[in-house]
């Protein structure tokens, strides 16, 4: 049971900003508040400034570990397989590194915080202080998350079930690369979807049933632009458009809403953004 908890998605680097900024003011105001690591013993001067110096320390501390090092480990940090235990495991990382930036500070001002002996000290703080709000919030938000988005989902699902049997419109769809050379005209119940990444993006459609795909030179801004007459095809991701009438699915989990498409095994993501509109626009035949 506990085991297939820890595996069930979790959003990776929900408002990154706002949990740094929230994060080093506690710390700043913990420092004021509570004065541990030997604190009373300070008699410096500037001992407010000193003390307010934590946060400043636990703000460089996690804009690296949430910012930077997410640049280089690209092949931990992905969206789709990030999990309960890999958000527990780095924040338990998170917890380590500010206790570890907050000894370094203090081990330069305190002649007390010195050696290992200090060093173990300031991580039992910083771990007793963050352990128990991590685990307690980290399952509060994905239980959160997860109800609110099967609710969703199933709301969709229902309104689907509607739709079921709709004369869908067969409308040609045209799609042309930035230089107007290469290009696609496909039946719009041909057409399944369009990814993008960068300045390509890849259409997916079905030629005598059998799913097909193109690769072309232009970006998906532009490619709204061409398909803004095609009221059946929607942007339910800033990388994703799909042929609402494709859709035959909507699956939720604490990550978000994932399509299912017929005549494709991809399911796609839908962004937080576009989920209300998502679901205004699914109903509409």
Same mark, same amino acid.
């Given at each position: 049971m506990l085991k297939e908890y820890l595996q069930q998605p979790y959003p990776l680097f929900e408002n990154r900003w706002r949990i740094t900024i929230s994060i080093s003011l506690f710390i700043a105001l913990f420092m004021l508040v509570f004065q541990p690591f030997g604190m009373l013993n300070y008699t410096g001067e500037h001992k407010l400034l000193f003390e307010s110096g934590y946060g400043v320390v636990t703000l460089?501390?996690?804009?690296?570990?949430?910012?930077?090092?997410?640049?280089?480990?690209?092949?931990?940090?992905?969206?789709?397989?990030?999990?309960v235990l890999k958000q527990m495991i780095w924040q338990l990382w998170i917890l380590f590194s500010i206790g570890f930036g907050n000894f370094i500070y203090s081990s330069i001002f305190l002649r007390f915080a010195h050696g290992f002996q200090a060093f173990l000290m300031f991580q039992f703080y910083t771990l007793v202080v963050g352990i128990l709000p991590i685990l307690i919030l980290t399952i509060l938000h994905q239980n959160a998350l997860l109800s609110e988005n099967l609710k969703l989902a199933n709301e969709m699902n229902r309104d689907l079930t509607g739709l079921n049997g709709l004369h869908v419109p067969n409308e040609k769809v045209r799609i042309s690369a930035e230089n107007n050379k290469e290009k696609i005209e496909i039946n719009q119940s041909d057409f399944i979807y369009i990814g993008s990444t960068g300045n390509y993006i890849q259409v997916f459609y079905l030629v005598k049933n059998e799913l097909k795909s193109? %690769?072309?030179?232009?970006?998906?801004?532009?490619?709204?632009?061409?398909?803004?007459?095609?009221?059946?095809?929607?942007?339910?991701?800033?990388?994703? %458009?799909?042929n609402k009438d494709k859709i035959i699915r909507v699956k939720g989990n604490s990550q978000g809403l994932r399509i299912v498409l017929k005549d494709t095994p991809e399911e796609i993501p839908v962004s937080r953004n576009y989920s209300r509109s998502l679901k205004e626009i699914i109903p509409v035949g």
């Open positions: 460089i501390v996690l804009i690296i570990d949430l910012f930077v090092f997410p640049l280089f480990l690209d092949e931990w940090f992905i969206p789709q397989k990030w999990t193109i %690769l072309l030179r232009n970006t998906l801004k532009q490619i709204e632009e061409q398909l803004k007459d095609c009221p059946s095809i929607i942007k339910c991701h800033r990388a994703f %458009l799909v």
